[in-house]
């Protein structure tokens, strides 16, 4: 079978192979070999392939963080059967033609789904559940804040802070995404710009703005900054200006700011697997009503590793890998 | 008598005047007439005169933050007596010759302490000591690492850090400051550069450093954000560098820091007076040991506002104001 690898830390489209890997054998009890539908290539991805993601593991490694597959042998004592779609659990490299997964951490995808969307049900809607959740309790019909708001993780917080009954500012940089993100959901929708704070609060009649979702950095985060209320907490996941994270001092000192940092990898490795059962079970219903929805550019097979990085690299849509 | 008061927001030496204002008269029961022996005029005082301190108050407006006075009259039901020196309570305008104060809030100073460190003992070492214990939980031995050592918070911090059983990492601009600050007990002190988190981790055996106390802002801010240890904190309580507060994405994320702002004023606005009460006799020892002191540069009468605060604008020493 064939699996994608990293062989150096570089230029992403240089230093990734497709390599000939050993076929899993039968699974033992409990466990399912799948085959791959479908895997997203992330921004982070790329980033490790850089050398400049939060891990930077020996190499060769192999790689991909999510993923979806079709069960082609079951090992004993386990309820699935061959041909059942299920979301690869945490922990695989993805970007190859086989695995072994645990049955009791899979979970079936629903009819209605598509490979493509079941693919990344996991990294960017558990970003967003998560950071709706474990950083400020929040009211029904109370406002979060975001920016980079038309990224994979600001549609999915749209999606589920509507679920959840929760009201959303999403700022954007193009004005021609504006249309767009409410159709999506989105209760207010603004292009970023210094007056920020102040178009903010005429959208919300004052609402206060406990927390923030901050995707960009640079000027745009000391934006946003401004816009939080006082007390409130802005929540860095990521920094997709490549700028450095930028706050006014008098916002965080005179308003009493908090900033955290928020990283899924790290939530995983001590996470219950129950919650992230149930987590799953909650994002499903918002996949397959389309709440939750990633629009896709191209779909390569693992034997056309280069080529797929290299379109990710500068793809405004999403770039997946499937079996070979 | 005279007081100091703002009567526009601009320079600080063009918008402070010297006011003829009414002598309070004989106290009340429980109230204390003081005569002002020393106050000091610190950067958030000139902050405030330009409009960008976090008030704004409506003008004109009395000036002073904190303050020691000597007793002059004596409300009935109070252990006071002419002559005693007090530490003027939280919420003075303390820029003026005489004030009345609450007995019950107002703390003796001891014999061996001077008007003018006296007069500093609460802003800074009360903002150094509520850094200290009100964000990370420490334990004895633990290292602490601050930029603007040379402060008056960062030796109020050096100062308590020892007395609390803590460990100092101290972060200056001029190495003419190393020998300055190991002698104030500084326990590690490095002047910033880009290596500075492989320099701390080589001066310190590589511990993991929790909590860190920004004052600085810009570069020096993104410089420190490296040093602090995964789920650390960094506490910003200034900007002195009038830059933006920076940080680098990957560190927020990856490495699960919080940067948290804290304001002094605001702590004081919900403080329990007997927690006031207590910080002051924690902080009084370490002044009149010599432990916490603060150059010295000049001492104005009331009636100078204009000279004093043109010369605080410039000094690198402190910059106090007495009774005309």
């Given at each position: 079978m064939l699996a994608v690898q990293v062989?150096?830390?570089?230029k992403p489209w240089e230093v990734v192979r497709t390599m000939e890997a050993t076929e899993p054998p039968s699974p033992p009890a409990g466990q399912l070999k799948v085959k791959l539908l479908a895997a997203p290539i992330h921004p982070a991805d790329l980033l490790l392939m850089r050398g400049l993601y939060g891990k930077r593991p020996s190499l060769p490694v192999g790689m991909g963080g999510e993923g979806v597959a079709s069960v082609v042998d079951v090992g004993e004592g386990t309820d699935f059967k061959r041909g059942d779609r299920v979301i690869i659990p945490y922990g695989?490299?993805?970007?190859?033609?086989h695995l072994t997964i645990s049955a009791k951490r899979a979970v079936k995808v629903p009819a209605g789904i598509d490979d493509a969307q079941a693919s990344m049900a996991m990294i960017n809607p558990f970003t967003a559940r998560l950071m709706l959740t474990d950083f400020v309790e929040l009211a029904p019909g109370e406002f979060v804040i975001q920016n980079a708001a038309n990224s994979g993780v600001g549609r999915a917080v749209i999606a589920i802070a509507k679920a959840r009954g929760l009201r959303t500012v999403n700022v954007v940089?193009?004005?021609?995404?504006i249309d767009e993100l409410k159709a999506a959901g989105g209760d207010v929708v603004l292009v970023d710009g210094q007056d920020l704070p102040k178009r903010v609060a005429e959208a919300t009649g004052n609402a206060p703005i406990r927390l923030g979702f901050e995707g960009v950095a640079g000027e745009a985060m000391r934006s946003l900054t401004g816009?939080?209320?006082?007390g409130g907490t802005l929540v860095v996941y990521a920094g997709m200006s490549a700028q450095p994270a930028v706050a006014f001092p008098p916002h965080l000192i005179f308003r009493d700011l908090t900033i955290r940092g928020f990283w899924l990898i790290k939530w995983f490795r001590s996470a219950d697997p129950r919650l992230v059962a149930e987590i799953q079970h909650e994002m499903l219903p918002l996949i397959a009503d389309g709440s939750i929805k990633v629009p896709v550019e191209h779909i390569y097979p693992l034997s056309s590793a280069r080529e797929a990085i290299s379109h990710a690299a500068r793809a405004k849509g999403k770039i997946l890998f499937t079996a070979s």
């Open positions: 062989v150096d830390y570089g695989h490299d993805t970007w190859a033609d940089r193009r004005p021609e995404l816009t939080v209320a006082e």
